[in-house]
């Protein structure tokens, strides 16, 4: 029994991966240089960052010549949890000075690359090698590797490709420090939770114990607010108490405030203020005042 559900699992899974590799892959090779490494044509396909003559400043010589050919599609990241999208190959390890060819097949109906970073400005535009290809096709580009050990990252940019999977790291020579999230080869940066375990939201960065204790505060406030049931009232008691104050004092104001200019009158409105409140408003209409005074003053003539 279990023999026969197993053969007829076998027999869809290569059905399946028949009509994937039936897939017409459209082979980008008649595409126009545009100067400066630059390749592409009207199909989507394009090479960025092409070098296949310049030496790298501390390469002697070529010092081998190297081909790959990486696949790239959402069904490469099916044995890795949580992805999307991946290439079929996540870690790539070359001598330094390598003059290496990739040809970069998508087999996604979408638009794939194959980014890699941090090579030397002075010889690749933005310091990056490039292939990129909308829907099922392949492009071939041609790069030589800098000299020192040292590790690329190489990523999909196309928005949430690479956080979903379509990231690996190509080490020349012994390399150096890991990338975090490659799938397969290093530590996610944020793994996954299946433990299905209730989420907790992590507490938002704080910036001082200032910001934290208003926070806190802030926190409280909406706590301790009862659930409005009705229609949320747009004039609060406090605003009522505030219009009605004004409302009272502006023809005393008015009358007070005449001839001075408004760095004056707000310095003495605040003094009113702290009469009432207390003497923290004092030291706002010192302010208010000092400001006031601080004209530019004309100098004599002579
Ligand atoms: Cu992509």
């Not at 760095?263 to 409105?269: H, K």
């Amino acid at each position: 029994m279990d023999k026969k559900v197993a053969i007829v699992l076998i027999i869809s899974a290569l059905s399946v991966s028949q009509t994937l590799t039936a897939k017409e892959i459209q082979d980008h090779n008649q595409m126009m240089a545009h100067g400066e490494g630059h390749l592409m044509d009207m199909d989507g396909g394009m090479v960025m960052g092409q070098n296949t003559d310049t030496l790298p400043g501390g390469c002697e010589r070529i010092s081998a010549t190297k081909e790959i050919t990486v696949h790239a599609g959402h069904k490469y990241s099916e044995k890795f949890p949580g992805t999307m999208y991946a290439f079929d190959q996540q870690e790539f390890n070359f001598e330094p000075c390598t003059k290496l060819t990739v040809h970069f097949i998508n087999e996604d109906e979408i638009r794939h690359q194959w980014m890699m970073h941090g090579l030397p400005k002075y010889l690749y535009p933005k310091g990056m090698f490039h292939l990129e290809v909308s829907g099922p096709g392949k492009v071939s580009g041609t790069l030589i590797l800098p000299p020192g050990d040292k590790t690329y990252l190489v990523h999909c940019d196309i928005a949430q490709h690479m956080e979903k999977g379509m990231k690996a790291q190509l080490k020349v020579g012994k390399g150096g420090e890991d990338l975090p999230s490659i799938p397969g080869v290093t530590a996610s940066m944020f793994p996954d939770d299946y433990s299905g375990k209730p989420y907790v939201a992590l507490p938002p960065p704080v910036a001082s114990p200032a910001a934290a204790s208003a926070l806190q505060k802030e926190k409280a406030d909406t706590t301790a607010k009862p659930v409005q049931t009705g229609t949320p009232s747009v004039i609060s008691g406090l605003t009522v108490i505030g219009l009605a104050l004004s409302l009272i004092s502006a023809p005393m104001l008015e009358k007070k405030f005449k001839g001075m200019t408004t760095g004056e009158a707000l310095a003495n409105i605040f003094e009113i203020i702290s009469h009432g409140i207390g003497s923290g408003f004092a030291l706002l209409g010192k302010l208010f005042k000092m400001f006031s005074k601080n004209k530019p003053i004309s100098l004599p003539d002579k």
